[in-house]
């Protein structure tokens, strides 16, 4: 018979309130620090494509089921495009689903242990990691959850309502995630295991096969669990048609592992995410290993849990442990034996079962909480028997909250544990630094760039963007060409490698480029490189500040660019001012100079430029002296009639007093240090060297 409780309502009860709270807090708690992954930002690019785009994408490309997508293209126009607009639609489901396990607990267990329950549900790692993520997971687990609770539901109570509703949130489970059909799975399997149980037991006088299946077709529990199957069945068929086809070409991207490998994986992925090294996960999961033994082997001493039948049952069904377990293990060895033969096992996806491991862990605290408590032993008061499982219970709650905590402080804050390289910050660097007429390369296809660069609140790019090599299958001399073509036609060429991926797995575009053209800087945000290249065979197009100054016989300096690389800048009449910051203590500023070969240049001469006093007064207070284009494209392979642009970084030194700079340019031999001379149009000395711009550095 089904156990009769409490019917206090939700409102009341302040330790589930509390834990929601808990869980929302810790769900919101820095949300968008983190810049979006790959899979985060293709869902918003997929999703923002509107009705027609979006039907076009799943039916030919992404094999994953559309719900949530489907939500997504409704969520984005009333909540943005931000990090956080993105991710707070997977924190909703993820509280909802502290409410599920805790109501999962009260109808397998007891009003104890659906309260830790849900406290374990609310502090888990690993719904926290993926309520953070703008992805389908939190919402995979909470409708399995839910129709497992559903489905509890219908077969003990019966009810239309109660069947149409477990039959909707279920058909909703699988149009998010395949590995829905897990639960489906083991509800069909403890339905016709209880079936048969029952039907065996009437028969026990006369048993036989075909009268154990007509005994099974005539109990009034058979058709309206049939119906309902069939109801989900005829739901999800047109996304299963889809779905074939979309599987016969897609191959899948999870790794090969043994079988008690991803038995282990699947320990730590429950219990702790993936914000730890190895080595502390395998020790902090020995204790969560054990409490899931205690939890479904040790016998303790509790009240009755509600039956899935209404007649007498076998324990893997009358007993909210034995349930669990199935729930827990089937999905999990089946998968792990199923990805022997084809790689197929990731923790997220059986995100759905989880609630039974977190309810079977607090099975187990309980347990270890009453064990060697001996109600008849007249050495224990029933105070101290209270204490002493009050004391055991804390102790294991703190080991819980304590592992919980360091994985959730390296997820939060520790750079190694990031799920996405800085691609937020990557982008920012060169939205502020890409010029007109700037070229982005990447080497390998990349949504989570598209969205900081395109999509996002800050974004709007205004740079052509290009991929190459075209494809994963395109012949290196196709994109050796193409860059060919790219490098006289940009000066300035962007490039995000990404070695190792499918597209260019040789490293071929930056090969080319380190040969073919000038690296002139380059970086790595947190996992993700930059690098700007300089093409000394693309036109240049004309400088700001136009010259005619001649260095020897065969250079001409036609003209300069003068602007603010860093810190903070304001105009002040013609003049760049440059205003040091406390986030900038050494203001830089970038200088482009635009040559014309005249003659053939006999030697390899290195540019200098020496920010000085503008009143003569001695001292260089920032220089760069480099050969042409980073020493790339010595002088003496210039040709006469070529333009070239020249770009140099120049950091003010520290200590430099406030007052007006200005920029000493000229060549010199770097064999001898002789300097080329320098004139004016009319042939009129300019010493060895010449001053451009005026640029006034002011106090703090």
């Not at 986030?583 to 390899?604: E, I, M, N």
Request: hydrophobic share 45%; charged share 15%; aromatic share 10%.
């Amino acid at each position: 018979m089904i156990k009769s409780q409490s019917t206090n309502p939700p409102f009341t009860n302040l330790p589930l309130i509390a834990a929601l709270l808990l869980a929302f807090a810790l769900r919101l708690f820095l949300l968008p620090s983190q810049s979006l992954r790959g899979d985060e930002a293709y869902g918003v690019l997929a999703a923002g494509q509107g009705w027609a785009g979006l039907a076009h994408v799943l039916a030919t490309s992404d094999p994953h089921p559309p719900l949530y997508y489907a939500l997504l293209s409704l969520w984005l126009p009333l909540a943005g495009y931000s990090e956080f607009a993105l991710r707070f639609f997977s924190v909703l489901p993820s509280v909802l689903l502290v409410a599920v396990v805790y109501a999962l607990g009260r109808q397998l267990f007891d009003q104890r242990i659906a309260l830790l329950g849900a406290l374990l549900a609310a502090i888990n790692p690993f719904y926290v990691w993926h309520a953070q993520d703008a992805r389908m997971y939190s919402l995979l687990g909470t409708l399995a959850a839910l129709s497992a609770l559903l489905m509890l539901a219908a077969w003990q109570k019966g009810g239309w309502l109660r069947w149409t509703a477990y039959i909707v949130v279920t058909a909703l489970a699988l149009y998010t995630h395949y590995f829905a059909a897990l639960t489906l799975l083991v509800q069909n399997l403890l339905v016709i295991g209880s079936l048969v149980w029952a039907a065996h037991r009437a028969i026990a006088h006369r048993p036989s096969i075909g009268r154990l299946i007509r005994t099974v077709a005539r109990d009034p529990q058979t058709r309206p669990w049939i119906a309902a199957q069939l109801a989900i069945l005829l739901l999800y068929l047109p996304w299963l048609v889809v779905a074939a086809q979309l599987f016969s070409t897609f191959g899948g991207y999870v790794p090969p592992a043994g079988f008690l490998t991803l038995l282990l994986q699947a320990l730590i992925g429950f219990s702790l995410g993936p914000a730890l090294d190895l080595y502390s996960a395998l020790i902090l999961a020995v204790g969560y290993g054990l409490l899931l033994g205690l939890g479904l082997f040790q016998h303790r001493q509790s009240p009755p849990a509600p039956s899935l039948l209404r007649s007498p049952a076998p324990p893997l069904l009358a007993d909210g442990r034995w349930l669990s377990a199935t729930y827990l293990v089937v999905p999990v060895v089946l998968v792990a034996l199923l990805s022997q033969w084809r790689p197929m096992f990731h923790e997220r996806y059986l995100i759905g079962i989880t609630p039974f491991y977190l309810l079977l862990l607090a099975q187990g605290l309980v347990t270890a909480s009453e064990a060697f408590v001996r109600p008849r032993d007249p050495a224990q008061t029933p105070t101290t028997r209270a204490v002493v499982r009050r004391a055991r219970l804390g102790l294991g709650l703190l080991y819980i909250v304590a592992a919980s905590a360091f994985a959730l402080s390296n997820h939060y804050f520790n750079p190694v544990y990031a799920k996405s390289p800085d691609w937020r910050g990557m982008t920012a660097y060169l939205r502020a630094h890409e010029r007109p007429g700037d070229l982005i390369i990447e080497n390998t296809p990349e949504t989570a760039f598209t969205y900081y660069y395109a999509l996002a609140p800050a974004g709007g790019g205004r740079s052509e963007r290009i991929l190459l090599p075209e494809h994963s299958l395109a012949a290196g001399s196709a994109t050796a060409a193409r860059l060919d073509t790219l490098s006289q036609k940009h000066r300035r060429l962007w490039l995000i490698p990404q070695a190792g991926g499918p597209w260019d797995p040789d490293g071929l575009v930056q090969s080319w480029l380190d040969t073919h053209t000038g690296k002139a800087w380059a970086c790595e945000f947190d996992g993700v490189e930059l690098a700007l290249y300089l093409s000394p065979r693309a036109d240049p197009g004309a400088p700001s500040h136009p010259l005619d100054v001649r260095f020897g016989d065969a250079i001409a300096l036609t003209g300069y660019d003068l602007e603010q690389r860093s810190g903070e800048a304001e105009e002040q009449g013609s003049r760049e001012v440059y205003q040091p910051s406390n986030q900038h203590p050494a203001t830089s500023v970038q200088l482009t100079l635009y040559w014309r070969c005249l003659a053939p240049v006999q030697g390899d001469y290195t540019i200098f430029v020496h920010l000085v006093r503008a009143d003569g007064s001695p001292g260089i207070f920032g220089q760069e002296d480099s050969p042409p284009l980073r020493g790339t494209y010595p002088t003496s392979r210039w040709q006469p009639g070529q333009a070239l642009a020249d770009d140099f970084e120049i950091t003010v030194r520290a200590d430099a007093p406030a007052g007006a700079y200005t920029l000493a340019v000229g060549f010199y031999d770097p064999a001898t240090g002789n300097r080329l001379p320098a004139a004016d149009t009319a042939g009129q000395s300019l010493g060895d060297h010449m001053h451009l711009g005026i640029i006034e550095v002011q106090p703090q």
